[in-house]
């Protein structure tokens, strides 16, 4: 067997999925931070559901499925939304494409949307996510949890290896 690089194909689908994974991984450490800071433990979903739903999806009497179900989706739409962000920053900036170049863009990537959504935005328009724990909710899960995996999931999409099978030779003398 032997690898071939294949090269990236169709970086806008790759952005968006990096962002899908990432954003998963995001959202289960948001909640097992809130719970480790003895938080509830949907809180952080609670919270983005106010995006769409408002101030009400906070109320511990609003519906939780509802609350839980639009965080959730939210949270999707905005990842995958990031995720094609990063990749178009990385294409328009030349980025380096080595695994670890691309995980250090994404981790400083997490920290400018934490800036951004957190330090910017959040405070006067969304006051409900000043209620997250800006270290560990914000910074650490931005950089670490959203950043640093899209940069990884971005690298190992950006930099596969395909396994192409060669057929074998079978090695046959010919008698005359």
């Known amino acids: 067997m032997s690898a071939q690089r294949q090269e990236d194909r169709h ?19 948001e909640m097992i931070i809130s719970a480790a800071l003895g938080k509830r433990f949907f809180e952080p979903l609670r919270i983005i559901s106010t995006l769409l739903l408002g101030q009400q999806a906070m109320d511990p009497s609003y519906s939780f499925t509802t609350a839980v179900v639009v965080g959730l989706l939210s949270n999707v739409v905005l990842s995958g939304l990031f995720g094609l962000i990063f ?10 494409a080595a695994r670890g170049a691309v995980i250090a863009w994404g981790f400083f990537y997490g920290i400018a949307l934490w800036l951004v959504n957190f330090c910017l935005i959040a405070p006067g328009a969304l006051p409900q996510f000043s209620e997250l724990n800006q270290f560990w909710n914000g910074f650490i899960a931005h950089s670490v949890f959203f950043g640093a995996v899209l940069g990884w999931f971005r690298a190992l999409s950006h930099s596969r290896m395909v396994e192409i099978e060669k057929p074998q030779m079978i090695n046959r003398k010919r008698y005359a």
């Open 11 to 29: 970086p806008i689908a790759n952005g968006i999925l990096a962002g899908l994974g990432a954003g998963s991984v995001f959202i289960v450490a």
């Open 87 to 96: 990749a178009f920053i990385l294409m328009v900036s030349n980025a380096p």
